[in-house]
């Protein structure tokens, strides 16, 4: 069974490699620092895709995932 990672998951997933790419073409320290994140991190990023991220899919229709505020009895 496949499972389809939430929408909203996959586009922030996305920004973050767009933006780790953007920094590693710096030049100097910076890009250098940026080209070490990212080799740190691809293996992170394939095994979250790949294993934590598509069960997420069981959350994304169910009824108790709406977001309801949660206020201490003495906050009511």
Known sequence: MRFEIPAPLTVEHHQLHMQLAKATAEPGAV???A???ARLLHPHFVREEQFALPP??????SP??????RWPR???
């Open 56 to 61: 997420l899919a069981y959350f994304r229709n």
């Open 64 to 69: 108790t995932t709406a977001y309801e505020p």
């Open 35 to 37: 080209r070490e994140v």
């Open 31 to 33: 890009g250098e620092a």
């Open 74 to 76: 003495c906050c009511q």
